[in-house]
């Protein structure tokens, strides 16, 4: 872990001119300093009562619901709606989206708090200074267009850079013909319908002889395409795009290009047989738009990917990229957690001449955490007998065919389960394959029928079926008698642990991304208190797993 001092950040918002076009009801609620801490929307939806919308809250601005006139109001005070239905207040950087019924009239506005945030591009300054393409990734409301605005300033102000700004929106440099000192030096080019946009990226380029070009969201197959031909012109991309992180991008049909596309490509018998893997693979087919890459996680921790093509080339090959971990804590110092070598989900398992498994411990594959803790110094276990006490001493040793390792590594650890995977069938105590597969490789049958491994088949490729297929594989591995349950643990310092597991769960993932959650498996008393706990935050939930596997699920609204 490396940290180092930054410049403190300075943020200047003018939200004084956005609550000044509110109704009366609004700007008297939001009046107060603490009404406007990390505020960062406004809603107004006809007949319904005003909302402002802070990280992971929403609080009701007074009683009396929102009428057209106030609509209205609000609307004749604001510049003209573009085609993407934003609009803005000139000279400042809040955006104001409307919502419209099927005759064209406006029932609601979401009014967007703008904020130039001085001080925050220091997270990314010596990616700045190598000239590289960068690509910004995250999710709405964690700050790409506020961290895009102060790498257009410092690029243009600070390395003097000739600096074009793509404003579709005209979110970046504010609404109206001048631009917000936000952008610095840099020159704006504003967009007439957003569906222009491509067209505008590469004029600037043939018009206005920028080095860098600053873009927010790529969102097309034509973007993507403008912003290779800009990237091969020797012009710097600084761009965002849809995607929480690279892998999501890597799965993108439209928006791949921007890491470098993915291709099929058809492996010869004997390469196939190297790789240990299908003969149709996937990898990518050039070099990536962008060399580097960077997720936003939240405004202050980003995961930074100093080589996309690597990064690209490792997810493909079923392999965990490493990316370093920029943190910024509250004193304004930046910690840099540099990474480690990936972690590979398939390596070339070691020479076997013998089954003589289990009774062989793997240390260069990384062990996944049991459930519970081992009593250290057990003699091996016999291939008849997992030990006295009746519950297993290792992992289950498992060789996936056709089935994804990195579905079977997520399924692992997100479950904590007793399962190690291994690199061929005379390795493994069972084998988990997806039919299609199966029946594609009556080699492979054989060789598990030699070594007297068992088949376990499923479905599909699926992180369902995959979770499911290996709970019933350890459930086959429990003894006929197997001992009394080892009663729920009840002490109050559990409750809690568990409580508050459920708890910030629902308040960091379930409300605050809309995603659904599991928890960790517990007994059936705490999953009560946690569904309860659950049901105050007004979510559903139910219970998946069996035996001592048994969690509770937590849906969003």
């Not at 402002?52 to 709606?81: H, I, K």
């Not at 990237?231 to 799965?251: D, F, I, P, Q, Y």
């Not at 809309?514 to 935050?537: D, I, T």
Request: with cysteine; hydrophobic share 40%.
């Amino acid at each position: 872990m490396i940290s180092a001092p930054i410049n403190p950040q300075r943020i200047t918002d003018d939200l004084d001119r956005l609550l000044e076009v509110l109704p009366d009801g609004v700007r008297q609620a939001l009046a107060p300093a603490e009404a406007r801490e990390q505020l960062l929307e406004v809603v107004l939806d006809l007949g319904r009562v005003p909302e402002a919308r802070y990280p992971g809250r929403a609080v009701s601005l007074g009683e009396a619901v929102v009428e057209r006139a106030d609509l209205a109001a609000v609307v004749e005070q604001l510049g003209a709606f573009g085609g993407d239905n934003r609009a803005g207040i000139e000279r400042t950087l809040h955006r104001i989206s409307a919502i419209r019924n099927r005759t064209g009239t406006i029932v609601g506005l979401t009014c967007r708090v703008g904020r130039a945030v001085f001080g925050t591009v220091a997270m990314v300054r010596d990616l700045m200074d190598s000239g590289q393409s960068l690509l910004l990734m995250g999710r709405p409301g964690v700050g790409k267009t506020t961290a895009l605005r102060e790498i257009a300033r410092v690029l243009a102000d600070e390395l003097g850079k000739r600096v074009v700004v793509i404003d579709t929106s005209n979110e970046i440099a504010g609404d109206g013909d001048i631009p917000h000192p936000a952008i610095g030096r840099a020159r704006r080019m504003q967009v007439a319908r957003p569906e222009l946009q491509h067209q505008v990226m590469i004029e600037a380029v043939e018009n206005h002889m920028p080095e860098v070009i600053v873009i927010d969201e790529i969102g097309t197959e034509l973007e993507a395409q403008a912003a290779r031909t800009i990237a091969e012109r020797g012009v710097m991309l600084v761009a965002t795009a849809h995607g929480n992180e690279l892998a999501n991008l890597v799965k993108n049909p439209t928006l791949s290009d921007l890491v470098g596309g993915i291709e099929s490509v058809t492996l010869g018998d004997e390469e196939a047989r190297r790789r240990r893997s299908q003969k149709t693979v996937l990898e990518r087919a050039a070099e990536p738009t962008f060399p580097l890459a960077v997720e936003m996680h939240s405004r202050n921790r980003w995961l930074v990917h100093r080589d996309v093509a690597r990064t690209v080339d490792l997810l493909l090959r079923g392999q965990l990229p490493r990316p370093q971990v920029r943190e910024l804590d509250g004193d304004g110092r930046l910690h840099l957690q540099e990474p480690s070598p990936p972690q590979a989900l398939s390596r070339p398992a070691p020479p076997a001449p013998e089954r003589s498994l289990a009774r062989r411990h793997h240390p260069h594959l990384a062990p996944v955490p049991l459930p519970d803790p081992v009593a250290p110094a057990q003699p091996a276990a016999s291939n008849d007998d997992e030990g006295a006490t009746g519950t297993p001493q290792r992992p289950l040793l498992l060789f996936g065919v056709g089935v994804s390792a990195l579905l079977l590594e997520q399924a692992i650890r997100s479950r904590r389960l007793p399962v190690q995977c291994v690199e061929s069938v005379e390795e493994a105590d069972v084998v988990l394959a997806l039919r299609q597969q199966l029946g594609q490789q009556p080699e492979l049958r054989r060789r598990a029928q030699q070594a007297g491994v068992p088949i376990l088949v499923i479905k599909a490729d699926t992180l369902p079926q995959v979770q499911r297929g290996l709970e019933r594989l350890l459930k086959r591995r429990e003894p006929a008698d197997p001992p009394p349950a080892e009663p729920a643990r009840s002490g109050p310092d559990d409750d809690l642990a568990a409580l508050e597991e459920c708890r910030l769960a629902v308040e960091q993932l379930v409300l605050a991304k809309g995603q659904p959650v599991e928890l960790l498996p517990r007994s059936e008393r705490v999953r009560r208190l946690q569904a309860e706990l659950a049901a105050h935050y007004q979510l559903a939930s139910a219970e998946f797993g069996s035996g001592r596997q048994q969690r509770l699920r937590i849906f969003p609204r």
